[in-house]
Structure formats: C-alpha cells, structure tokens
C-alpha cells in the first residue's frame, strides 16, 4: 500500500492545486482531487445499524466495503429523489474510504492558492465548520470541502454508539 | 526511515526472511540442547551469517556487527575449537532473542540497539575471550547498578489477552522501592476506535531505589517478548549509555499503533507449485473466457449447449481459483508451534519442572489470519499447562509417574475446521476448589450434581481464578474467559476435558480460514443478513402462543425444555418493512457466547459461502455486526454477530 | 224408447203381490177367530180358579177359626170345672194350648191369603179387638194355672162377652165371602154373552172381504190379457200405428210396453225406408243432371288451362331475364368491393407502417436515452481519469489534457443526446397524429367495404330469388299440364257417373214397392210415390252435396259417401 505524497506539501510547490467540483442544492462544492478515489454513479446501498441518519449504508467498491454518507443529509438539508445524475464520491481520508452522495459532478478545477479565501460566518447552507475556504471561477462561488472532517467521530450519537463497548472492558478487567 | 520507497520493499523481504532464519536458528538451537549432531550447527551458522549479508547490504550495520559476534561464536563451534554446552545454547538463544527485537525496531524504525542487545553482545565477546566494544561494557557496567531508574514500559497492544495485568507489574515493581509513575497516552486511538480488549497505554516509572537492573528486569520477565521495554539509569546519576528514546519515535511508536490491524497485513511466502496451479487455472479461466466472448459476437440457439458447458467450466474455474487462492493464505501451524520448545524449556527451569514437549500435525495448514491470532491463546494455555497441569517431578514420583511430564501439542483437520490441542498428563482439575470458588463468585449454588464438563466450563467464566492455582505465572485474575474471547473471535470453540491425576485437554477448534464463513441468508425487511452456519442450531416456526412475554418486556419461548428469549433482528437493527407478527416470520436458533436465543427474521432466503470482509476498514466497528460479504448481485449484506447480537439485547433490555 | 224394466210403485202392486195379499188376508181372519175362542176360553177358566181359590178356601178357613175358638171356650169351660182336680186340669189345658196352636196356624194362612177391600176391613175390626180378648184369656189361663177358684167366674164375667164378639166378627166374615163369590160368577155370565155376540159378527165379515176380493183380482187380469191379444193378431197383419196407453205398472203393463214399442218401432223403420226410396230416386235424376253439367264446365276447364299455360311461357321469359339482370348487378357489386377492400388493406399498411416508425423512434429515443446514459458515464470515468492523472502528479498532466477533452466530448454528446430527443420526441408526436389520420381513413374506407359488401349481398339475394322464381314458374307449367290431364280424366269419369246414376233410380223404384206392404197409421190409402214429396228439398241438398264430394274426390271416395244412402243396391253391381 502505497500512499501518494502528502497533499498540503503538493500544495505548497505547485501552488495550484486540482478540485473536483460537485454540485449540491445548487451550490458549488470543491473536494481536493487527490482526496477522491473515484466518482460512481448512485447504486442503492446496504443499510447498516445504529448509524447517525447520514451514514446510508454501506456499498461494494470492487470488494472492499466503503460506508457511504449523503452530503445533504450530513449538512442537515433535505434528502431529495436519487435521479439519474446523482453521483457518489468515494473519498479517502487517512487511509479510510468513504463514499459522498451530491447531486452531480461537474467540472476539475484548478485552484491557485492565493485564490482561497477564508469563508465569512454567513448564510451558506453548510456550516463553516467543514468548509476550508471559498474561491470563485467565472463569477460562480466555489466552497471548497475539508473531507477530512465529514466523518469525524464528534457527534454524539457515535459516542453513544461506541459507549457500551468501553463499559464492557471495565466488566472485564 | 530515510530509505527509498525501493530499498523499504527489499528491507521488508530481508526482515521476513531474516525473521524466518531465527526461527531456524532458535529450534536448532532447542534441537542442540537435546543433543543434536552437528548438521545443526551448520544450519544456524548459515542462518546467522545471511542475516549478517543481508543486514549489512540493506543498512543495519548494528544488526550486522551483532550478527557477526554471534557468527564468530558458531564459527568457533563449527570449526571444533569450541564444544557447545549449556552456556553457549543459552548465549545464543538469547541472541536470537536479541535479533528479534532488533528486527522488531528495525520495521518500528526505531534505533536498533538497546541495553539488552548491549549487553548480550557483550556476553558474547566474553564467551569468546575478548573485550566487547568499550562503550558497551561501560554501559553494561554502568547498566548493572544504578541509584535510580527510568523504566519506559509500552505493553503491545496485545499484551492483555496473554493474561498479563500491567498494574500487577508496576505493584510489584513498587516492592522495589518508591515509585513515580506517568502514564503515557499518546497511542490511545479515538474512542470509536477503541478495542477494549487491547492495551493503548504506555507507562513512564522512576524508580527511586538502588536495584540491580537484573531485578527489575526479573519483574518484566513474563511480559519482555510482549511489550516495548527500556530500563535506563537515571541520567543526573550515570552516564547515558545510549540515547533515551527520543519523543519523535514516541510519536511514530504511537502512529504504529494506530496502525496495528494494518501491520498484520504482511507478507506471505507462497510455494511455486501453488502458484503454478494458480497460473494453470487463470489459463484456464481466459480460454473459457474466450470461447464464452464468441456468443457475443453471434449468438446462435444451436449452440446453447456450448454456452452452457462454458458457463459451468467458468464457475468450476472460478471456485477452483478461489479455493487456491485461499490455500494461498493457508501455512503450517508449525510456525506457531515452533515457538513453544523454547517457552517451555524457559518455563519448566524456571518452575523446577521436568517437561517434554511433543509436537504433532505441525504441517497442518490454516489462514494466516487464524494462524496469527491462535498464537496468543495457545500461550497461554501451555503456560497454564506447565505451571498447574504439570506438577512437580516430587509430587509426580509420589504419583507413580515418571518425573518427566509429557506436554502435547497437536493439530489436525477435522471437517472445515482445524483442530488444536494441548494436553498434559499433570494432576488435572482440582475439581473441589474449583466449584469452592465458583461459590464463592455466586456463579453457582452449590456443586453437586454438576457434570465434569459442567465444572470444566467454570474455569472459562470471567474473572475465575482459583486462589490455589494462582502463582505468579499464571492465574492473575485474567484467565481462561480471555482465551475463550480470543478464540471465540475467530469464530472457533475451546473446552476442556481433564481427568484427576491423568491430565487434562484443552481442545480448540477452529474454522480453516477467517475469509470465508458458511451462513444463511435471512431476509429482514428488504434487507439480507448472514447468520453463520456454525451458531446456528435450529430454525423453528412459532405460533403466537409459544411466545410469552415476561416482565421487562422480554419475549421467551420453548425450545428443546429451556426457555429462549426471543431477538427480534429488525428491532435491534431497526429495519423497515420487516414482518412483526411472530407466526410470518422464522426463529432462528443460534448460540453465541454460551447462550442460546431465537433470531426472529422474516425467513431465509438461501445458504452462501460468504467471503468475509472487514467494516472497519473504512468504517467502524458496529455492535451485532461481525463484518460484511458481497452478494451475488454485489450488493453488500452484513454478517451477524451472534454474540454481539445477544450483548446489544442485553443493553436493550436493561436501558 | 226404452221402458224401465219392472220398476215397483207401491200403490199399483204387481200381480204377484196381488194374489199374495189375497191369500194372505185369508190366512189372518182365519187365526183370527181361532184366537179369540182361546182367549175367551181362557177367561173363563180363570173366572172358576178365582171362585175357588178366592173365596171358597178363606171361607172354609175362618169357619175353621170359628170353630176351633169355640172348642177353646168349651175346654176352658170344662176346665174351670175342673180347677180342683189339677190332673184333669192339666189335661184340659194341653187341650187347650193344641187348640190355641191351631187357631194360631189358621189365622196365620189367612193372613196369608188374598183378600178382597171389604174383607180386609173386617178383618182389621176382628185384629182391633183381638188384642183384648187375648188378654182375657191369659188372664183366664193364669188363674187356671194357679187353681184359682175364680176362673169360672172369668170364663163367665170376662172372657165369654169377648167371645162371643169374636165369633160375630168370624160369622161377618165368612158371609162376606160368599157374597164375594156370588157376584164373580154373575161377572162371568155376563162376559160370555159379549164374546160370543162378537164371534159371531167377525164371521161375517170375513166372508164379505174374501167374495170381494176375489171378484176384482180376476177381473184386472183378464182385460188386460184380452187387450194384447187383439193387439198382436193386428200386427200380425201388418197393420201398425196403435195407440197403446199404458197406465199400470205391473207385469201386464210392461207386456203392453213391449207391444206398443214394437209397433214404434217397425212404423219408424217402414217410414224410413219409405222415405229413403224417395230420396234414392230423387238423387238419382239430380245426379243424372249434374253429370250433364259436369262435363260442360270440364270442357271449360280445358280451354282455360290452355289460356294458363301460355301466359304461364310469357312469364317464365322475364323471369330468366330478371335472373340475368341481378347477377350482372351481382358481379358489378363484387368488383366494387374488391376495390373497396384493397383500398382499406393499402389504409392498414399505412397504419402498420406508422406504427413501426412510432416503434423505431422509440428504439431511437431508447438508444439516444442510452448514449446519454454513455455521456453520463464517459463524464464519470473522464471525471475519474482526472482524478488519476492528479494522482499521477507531473506525469499525469498530458493525461490530464486527454481527460478533460473526453469530458468536453462526453458533455457535448450529451447535449446532442439531448437534442436528438427533443427531435424525436417532436417526430414520435408527428408520427401519432399522423397514425390517428390514417387509423381514421382506415376506419371510413372499412365502413365503405361494409356497406358494399352489403349492397352485393341483397344483390345476390335478388339474384337467387330470380332462379326460384324461374324453377317455381316450371313447377306450375308442370302442374298445368298435368291438371289438363286430369281435366279429361274428369270427363270420362262423368260418363260413368251419369250410367250409374240411371240403375239406381231403377233399384229406388222397387224399394218403393217392397215397403208398401206396412200401413201406417194415419196413411193406410196414400200411395209410396207421394211420400217421397214432402222430403224432395232435403234430398236435393243432399245430392248437391254428393256432387261435390264427386267433384273433389276420386269417385270410390264419392260411392263410399254415398253408401249409408244405397248400401245394399250399391253392393249388388
């Protein structure tokens, strides 16, 4: 196994850096190119238990078994129908993969560094808290996603989940 | 870790194969101690001197001027100027020991030399008449007494399913003297990824008393091949005779503990011939596949029949491809086994045992995974084996047995599983203290009218140690329910049969392989579970009025004289659409952790080989779930943990 | 005409009954007087018994009582005599007591006995005072008994008045009774006068009742007998008609019963036959007449049958033309049908065309839905090369081009994807409503075969009417002929009819003759040929009606008509 060379020092060579961007409740999302694995279309995916609502389940990538999560879901919008345009992002951060469903895929982009700037705390149908920074190309506002956090274990209905288990070592011990 | 991408691949070949040379080395070596010819010195010396090229070619030059030390003593053995005895098989072994952990830092990337490897080679240079590297000695010198230590102790993670409780050895290591102890938490994972039954934590002690860094080292004796161990001299008092660990190497340490499910996945060596059966069956495979792309380009009814026939051919070939492809994975238990002549020799001296290891079946083949994980549990039972199976040679001559007590290890096939078994022919289970202590637990009432097996079974419970059998070896508190867990995680059984004053079994069996489970499919919903076929004892229909609810709001129902509560798979899973009414769906019987309840799904769809894949990989660990497996059509079904299953209706019920 | 036979009334008795009430009415005088001799007998016989018995018996035994109370007196008498001498005494009381037993038996068989009213008052004086004098002499008795000296002067004071009280009442008694039996006797006498006077009357009238009888009973039989006599001797000579009453109901009734019906009868039968050899005769010229008619209204039919067959040829000509004419029409019609219906099969091919270009542009749009689901996917794996290539870093940048060129190529594709259905959605509407015109004008040219066909349908029903009606016209071309046939079988047939007519006439005339033998009553001078004229209407009606059963039928169906008319005659040919 492989990794790639760290993105963020990729970044600072190159200093423009490729996103995939991706559309979801007609606004423009930006995912770093090299945190993507592939683009799928949507399948239907295998429910699994005692998963925070935006976990959809689990799909089959070419035998490993990657959880899948609804970027809508996960920014609290509503889910709409899964058309023939919506597509899954399979994603890998730190080693894991893990599926993104948006609306659509449109373009790669490249982004010059100094063309980031920080997001403003404003009415984005996201919260600020995934987001690293907005750019704009050809008059449109491009948010760029922090994979990185999507899948973070800070909700609190994941840390009901993992609970148990930690009671149960001290039963033992 | 400088190296290249390129040179880290071949260093990962060198140590495995290196790894594999000590193995060598360290049996021949047990072989010599029992009078074996000389054919076997020259084995180890050849051993030893490839890992010696190898080390230097891939740039360990400690490793090499190490290995080259104890090349120089076999050397001298080969050349007949040097008989071997005793001491010299010690030295060596202990060497070997020294290689391993050298390796062990090597692919940690940790610096390569330690005390211990100090002062072995300085042993070493002794045995052979010269004076080992001055900085060594001194440091050995400086080693041997000190006013106070800095003990940094880092348990594997595996250390605890050993039995082996790290408060135990920091109490005992306060019977030194005073004691300043600092946890050290950097390699404790994020909770969701928590396994509960590993050790995440490292401790940092001072010991502030002027002991020989033998006794302190005696502490760790039982634990030194399963936790990462520098026992230093403080440094306001001595000279630092090596580098402490750096905090770096702490945190890469830590980096490798978040990655300890990845670092089981090495290499594995696989023989030509297997590989050329693999080649004749992708061969194989594409001739098929070739013929069968003719029926795209035209198809005509007529040759149906050849469709057909292509299609069986294909799926021969596919199962005959899987099938070697699993072989592949399958090694010989012996590398398992082959850690045991040594454990037992170490134990039975230091226990004043007379002890004669037999090993069978050592070339029965099981699943890598299987064969990496059995290790542990099989440790711990010959362990227990020798310290309270075996007694002393005074106790067994007062028996009228011979003072020699026969260890058996042995491995067979038996259907789709593997079957491992350690017997000893020592004092058996004292069955009075036994249920004495059970009592005592509350575990049960009172003794009487309980079977063999039933008394058997009380050793495994949580927590059970009897205060007769508890020594310093084994018996601390943390016993034979650990070995259960462990064994029961790979899907495998253990029990034990004993007979006073004739020994006793300990049989554990387990499945071939770890990637391949036979289940069921049952139907919940729209969804597909996998219930395997080994917990699976019978599926019932029930009527509405063999269900009884009972306070609490549990449902039980009849089966075979014992009430079963029944686990309603879509309640715990929370599946939509799923048939509530008892009498639509299907029970499914299964046993897991011992106890037995009735799986209500809404029916089953079919039986499948289900090749298992991990969840973790990429997600996490779910309660109830023991994996996931692809489908025929690649949807992905999730496999049942029975257990776990039974542990979530436990919660369920209690909140 | 059927009398009851024998039917019994009460008040007219038959002659059997007759003669028995006779015989018995005889039979019952004589046990009558035989009866009353006996019972008068009888009566006098009883009269004596009762005499006896009655009177004479009691009598004697109150006399005996009389008697016997006497003789006690006396013995008591004696024995105050002999107060003193208790031997003696004692003797004379068992006297005594034997008397006194006596008496007591006496008294007692005429308590018994049947007494008349007036005797039984007596008695019941003498029982009134009985009691005083018994009492008397048990006082008499006792002092007796106890040697009283006394006793005389009881016998004397006390018991001799009682006694002779006693004795006045038995002597009352006795002559009582023979009073008694004086008057029966005088009863007796009297009765026998009566029933002899009585005897003697009922005599008498017996024998009066017995003459009368006798006379009347012969004398109804007799006349009767005399009567059907004369009657039969009358027949016997042919002479009929008498009017036989009859009023009685007995076995001489119902022999004039007989008599008056076989008269009936055999006038009818000497009417009817006279009446039917009138008839004959008359029949016999109306048929003799009718013939001459017959053959010349059969000769008429001739010649009108010959008019029959010739319009007959005229007709049977236009009819073959008319045949001709419809199926020409026939033929005409079907060739504007298969024009019809090949336009209508030109209409469908045009349907089914349509409807294959409506199929083929949906496997267009299909296969455009496809190339946009290619676009989609190209996109997805351009959008994945890109990804590769930013892997790839450096190396992956010409690659990086080549993706993004697919792309644009996958998105262009798709947008032509989408153009191209646009269109073909546009043509598939086109196509539908271009299908819908001509499904209709299908439709309009389907209704045209319809009606055509159904035009060539009654065409060729008029057609075959034709041909019938040709075959119908031979059938009574053939008819006529064979009427002519029959026509002048007819006319012989007349011949024959008009000979037979003649003989029976002949054989009517001596029917006539043979039955003029019987008189009837009323018509003993009229000859038999007049008596076929008051009937001459109804047997011309009735020859009119065997002239039409000739005409209708065959002639042995007529000669049976005619049977009940001449049956005998008829035979004899």
Not at chain 2, 274 to 297: H, P, S, W
Not at chain 2, 444 to 466: M, N, W
Not at chain 2, 564 to 590: Q, Y
Not at chain 3, 129 to 158: F, I, P, R, W
Request: proline share 3%; hydrophobic share 45%; charged share 25%.
């Amino acid at each position: 196994m492989t990794h790639p060379a760290n993105p963020v020092a990729s970044d600072a060579e190159t200093a423009a850096t490729q996103y995939l961007t991706v559309n979801l409740a007609s606004e423009e999302y930006a995912i770093d190119i090299l945190a993507v694995r592939e683009i799928r279309g949507w399948t239907p995916v295998t429910r699994i238990p005692q998963a925070p609502h935006y976990v959809l389940g689990v799909l089959n990538l070419r035998g490993a078994i990657v959880p899948v999560l609804d970027l809508r879901l996960r920014f609290g919008l509503q889910r709409e129908e899964y058309s023939a345009t919506t597509v899954t992002v399979v994603v890998t951060v730190a080693g894991r993969l893990f599926g993104v469903v948006v609306d659509a895929v449109s373009d790669v982009l490249d982004v010059q560094a100094d063309g980031v700037r920080p997001v403003p705390d404003m009415g984005t149908a996201v919260d600020t808290e995934y987001l690293k920074g907005l750019t704009s190309v050809d008059e449109r506002m491009v948010l760029l996603l922090d994979v990185d956090k999507l899948l973070q274990p800070q909700d609190a209905q994941m840390l009901e989940a993992a609970l148990p288990a930690v009671t149960e070592v001290k039963a033992v011990a | 870790m400088s190296s290249t991408g390129g040179l880290a691949q071949f260093q990962q070949v060198f140590i495995e194969e290196s790894l594999e040379g000590l193995d060598t080395m360290e049996s021949s070596l047990l072989a010599l101690d029992d009078g074996g010819d000389g054919e076997l010195v020259h084995t180890i010396f050849r051993a030893a001197h490839s890992i010696k090229g190898g080390a230097a070619t891939f740039g360990f030059p400690e490793m090499a001027s190490f290995t080259h030390e104890a090349e120089s003593l076999l050397d001298e053995v080969r050349g007949g100027k040097r008989a071997i005895d005793k001491p010299i098989v010690e030295l060596l072994l202990r060497s070997v020991d020294c290689l391993r952990g050298m390796f062990d830092r090597a692919r940690a990337g940790q610096p390569l030399n330690d005390a211990t490897s100090d002062d072995v080679r300085g042993e070493l240079a002794a045995m052979m008449g010269r004076a080992a590297p001055a900085a060594a000695v001194q440091g050995r010198r400086a080693g041997d007494q000190a006013e106070a230590w800095i003990i940094r102790f880092h348990p594997h993670a595996g250390m605890l399913a050993g039995g082996n409780d790290p408060l135990r050895l920091i109490r005992e290591l306060a019977g030194l003297g005073e004691l300043a102890v600092e946890a050290d938490l950097s390699r404790l994972p994020a909770l969701a990824k928590l396994d509960p039954s590993e050790c995440h934590m490292g401790w940092s002690i001072e010991l502030k008393a002027p002991v020989r860094r033998e006794d302190i080292k005696a502490v760790f004796d039982w634990v030194e091949d399963e936790c990462d161990l520098a026992i230093e001299p403080k440094p306001s008092a001595v000279v630092t005779p090596a580098a402490p660990p750096a905090p770096a190497n702490i945190a890469e340490a830590a980096a490798r503990g978040t990655r300890e499910a990845n670092a089981d996945s090495g290499s594995v060596r696989v023989s030509i011939d297997k590989i050329d059966g693999m080649i004749n069956l992708v061969g194989e495979l594409v001739i098929t596949q070739a013929m069968l792309d003719t029926f795209r380009e035209e198809f005509d009814p007529s040759r149906l029949a050849l469709l057909q026939h292509g299609l069986t051919q294909l799926a021969r070939h596919a199962r005959e491809l899987q099938e070697s492809v699993m072989g592949i994975r399958m090694l010989p238990i012996a590398s398992v086994f082959n850690r045991f002549p040594r454990l037992v020799r170490d134990l039975s001296q230091k226990l004043g045992k007379q002890v004669k290891l037999e090993l069978h079946g050592e070339q029965t083949e099981l699943d890598k995974t299987v064969l990496e994980k059995i290790g542990d549990p099989m440790v711990h039972l010959v362990r227990n084996a020798i310290d309270h199976g075996l007694e002393t040679p005074q106790k067994r001559r007062a028996a009228g047995k011979s003072d020699m007590g026969t260890l058996k290890l042995d491995a067979y096939h038996r259907g789709g599983n593997i079957v491992v078994e350690v017997s000893d022919d020592g004092a058996g289970l004292n069955r009075g203290a036994i249920v004495g202590k059970a009592i005592e637990r509350g575990l049960i009432r009172s003794g009487e009218g309980l079977s063999d097996e039933a008394v058997g079974e009380l050793i495994f419970q949580p927590g059970f140690s009897t205060a007769e059998v508890t020594t310093d070896l084994s018996g601390r508190g943390v016993g034979m329910d650990v070995v259960r867990r462990n064994v029961s995680d790979l899907g495998g059984t253990v029990t034990i049969r004993s007979k006073p004053g004739q020994g006793s079994v300990f049989t554990i069996t387990l499945p071939l392989t770890l990637a391949i489970i036979d289940g069921l499919t049952a139907a919940v919903g729209q969804e597909r579970y996998i219930v395997p076929l080994v917990s699976i004892v019978e599926s019932v229909q029930l009527k509405p009025e063999a269900l009884k609810t009972v306070v609490g709001g549990g449902e039980l129902f009849r089966f075979r004289g014992e009430y079963l509560p029944v686990l309603r798979l879509h309640e715990l899973f929370g599946c939509d659409g799923a048939k509530r009414a008892i009498e639509d769906g299907l029970v499914i019987v299964v046993e897991g952790d011992g106890s037995r309840v009735g799986l209500f799904v809404d029916g089953l769809v079919g039986q499948q080989q289900a090749v298992v894949k991990s969840l973790e990989t990429n997600y996490r660990r779910v309660q109830g779930v023991s994996g996931a497996t692809i489908l025929a059509d690649g949807s992905v079904a999730l496999i049942t943990d029975i257990a776990g299953l039974v542990r979530l209706h436990g919660r369920r019920k209690a909140a | 005409m059927k009398m009851p036979k024998l039917k019994f009334k009460i008040p007219a008795l038959t002659v059997r009954g007759r003669l028995r009430l006779v015989l018995g009415m005889l039979m019952l005088m004589l046990v009558a007087g035989a009866v009353i001799g006996i019972g008068s007998m009888q009566l006098q016989n009883e009269g004596m018994r009762a005499m006896y018995q009655d009177e004479l018996v009691t009598a004697q035994t109150v006399s005996r009582m009389r008697a016997d109370s006497l003789m006690q007196f006396i013995v008591l008498g004696e024995a105050a005599k002999l107060v003193k001498q208790p031997p003696q005494l004692k003797q004379k009381m068992d006297d005594y007591a034997a008397l006194e037993a006596k008496f007591r038996a006496e008294k007692k068989s005429f308590d018994a006995a049947p007494k008349s009213e007036a005797v039984a008052a007596q008695y019941k004086k003498y029982m009134a005072d009985e009691g005083d004098y018994v009492s008397g002499l048990k006082d008499m008795t006792d002092a007796l008994n106890q040697h009283d000296e006394a006793a005389g002067d009881v016998l004397d004071m006390e018991v001799r008045p009682l006694m002779m009280m006693r004795l006045e009442v038995l002597d009352k008694l006795v002559t009582m009774q023979r009073d008694e039996a004086f008057a029966a006797y005088q009863a007796q006498v009297s009765r026998f006068k009566l029933i002899r006077a009585v005897s003697i009357g009922a005599l008498a009238a017996g024998l009066l009742l017995a003459i009368w009888m006798a006379l009347s009973l012969s004398r109804s039989i007799i006349n009767t007998l005399t009567y059907a006599g004369r009657v039969a001797r009358e027949i016997s000579q042919g002479k009929l008609g008498h009017a036989i009453k009859v009023k009685r109901n007995d076995e001489l009734g119902q022999l004039l019963d007989a008599f008056r019906s076989m008269d009936e009868r055999l006038s009818a039968i000497v009417g009817e036959v006279r009446h039917g050899s009138g008839a004959v005769s008359t029949a016999a010229q109306q048929i003799a007449r009718g013939n001459d008619d017959l053959s010349q209204r059969t000769q008429e039919q001739a010649s009108s049958l010959e008019e029959t067959a010739s319009s007959m040829e005229e007709m049977t000509s236009t009819v073959k033309q008319n045949a001709e004419n419809a199926s020409h029409a026939n033929q005409l019609a079907r060739g504007a049908r298969e024009q019809a219906e090949r336009g209508g099969e030109v209409a469908s091919q045009a349907v089914v065309a349509m409807k294959e270009i409506n199929a083929s542009s949906r496997k267009i749009s299909d296969i455009v839905s496809l190339i946009d689901e290619i676009a989609f996917q190209t996109n997805l794996l351009s959008l994945n090369a890109a990804v590769e290539a930013a892997r790839a870093g450096e190396q992956g940048r010409g690659f990086a081009v080549v993706a993004t060129e697919v792309r644009n190529l996958a998105q262009r594709s798709a947008g032509a994807a989408k153009e191209i259905k646009a269109l073909i959605n546009d043509s598939a509407e086109k196509v539908r409503t271009g299908t819908e015109l001509v499904d209709q004008s299908g439709k309009a040219l389907g209704e045209i075969v319809d009606s055509v066909k159904k035009v060539t349908d009654i065409v060729a029903e008029i057609a075959a009417a034709s041909q019938e009606q040709s075959a119908g016209i031979d059938q009574v071309n053939h008819a006529v002929s064979q009427m002519d046939e029959m026509t002048q079988q007819n006319a012989a047939l007349v011949e024959e009819a008009a000979a037979a007519a003649r003989a029976m006439q002949e054989q009517a005339n001596e029917l006539a003759r043979q039955v003029a033998f019987f008189h009837l009553d009323g018509d003993l001078a009229a000859a038999p040929a007049p008596a076929a004229k008051p009937v001459a209407a109804a047997v011309v009606a009735e020859a009119e009606a065997v002239f039409a059963a000739v005409r209708n039928s065959p002639a042995p169906r007529a000669a049976r008509m005619a049977e009940p008319a001449a049956a005998g005659v008829w035979k004899e040919f």
